[in-house]
């Protein structure tokens, strides 16, 4: 008779520590945020996928949010486990709830397809007010194969 076996370890289970920092919120301070999340997610396969979506939230915190204004300031997070990886930006908030434009693929404009990338690229994502009351936070999870994370090209050490 087969031992019962326990149910499989939660996602919290593999999280690793909680990265945070704070960015200015000036359209120069976006090129930092991508670099701090490349450097946290290093190992992954998701790496490209991760540091593109990072630009497109920090870019929307600093345009359509009060972090764009004199003084603002955005908040980048990141929660990383084996294959799976969560991103915030955390902004002074708006009165426009983020969502996607849904636009043609053929329309040229330059503007208007972030959270457009952010809802085809990412395994989930979301945006909320902050429990603080200080702004929102738009996220964005993605996963990947464990397997796949182990034949990515080690960090230099």
């Given at each position: 008779?087969?031992?019962?076996?326990p149910?499989?370890?939660?996602?919290?289970e593999?999280?690793?520590?909680?990265?945070?920092?704070?960015?200015?919120?000036?359209?120069?301070?976006?090129?930092?945020?991508?670099?701090?999340?490349?450097r946290?997610?290093?190992?992954?396969?998701?790496?490209?996928t991760?540091?593109?979506?990072?630009?497109?939230?920090?870019?929307?915190?600093?345009?359509?949010?009060?972090?764009?204004?004199?003084?603002g300031?955005?908040?980048?997070?990141?929660?990383?486990?084996?294959?799976?990886?969560?991103?915030?930006?955390?902004?002074?908030?708006?009165?426009?709830?983020?969502?996607?434009?849904?636009?043609?693929?053929?329309?040229?404009?330059?503007?208007?397809?972030?959270?457009?990338?952010?809802?085809?690229?990412?395994?989930?994502?979301?945006?909320?007010?902050?429990?603080?009351?200080?702004?929102?936070?738009?996220?964005?999870?993605?996963?990947?194969?464990?397997?796949?994370?182990?034949?990515?090209?080690?960090?230099?050490?």
């Amino acid at each position: 008779m087969e031992e019962p076996q326990p149910p499989p370890p939660s996602r919290s289970e593999f999280r690793g520590p909680l990265a945070r920092r704070r960015f200015p919120g000036l359209a120069s301070q976006i090129h930092h945020a991508r670099r701090f999340v490349e450097r946290m997610l290093a190992p992954s396969p998701q790496l490209t996928t991760a540091t593109l979506l990072t630009s497109e939230l920090a870019t929307n915190a600093i345009t359509h949010s009060a972090s764009g204004m004199p003084g603002g300031k955005f908040e980048v997070t990141v929660d990383l486990g084996r294959g799976w990886a969560r991103v915030e930006v955390r902004d002074l908030g708006s009165p426009e709830r983020p969502q996607p434009q849904h636009r043609d693929p053929y329309d040229v404009s330059e503007h208007g397809r972030g959270l457009d990338l952010v809802d085809a690229l990412a395994s989930t994502w979301g945006a909320e007010s902050r429990p603080d009351g200080l702004g929102r936070r738009v996220w964005f999870e993605l996963m990947w194969d464990e397997e796949a994370e182990g034949a990515a090209p080690a960090a230099a050490e």
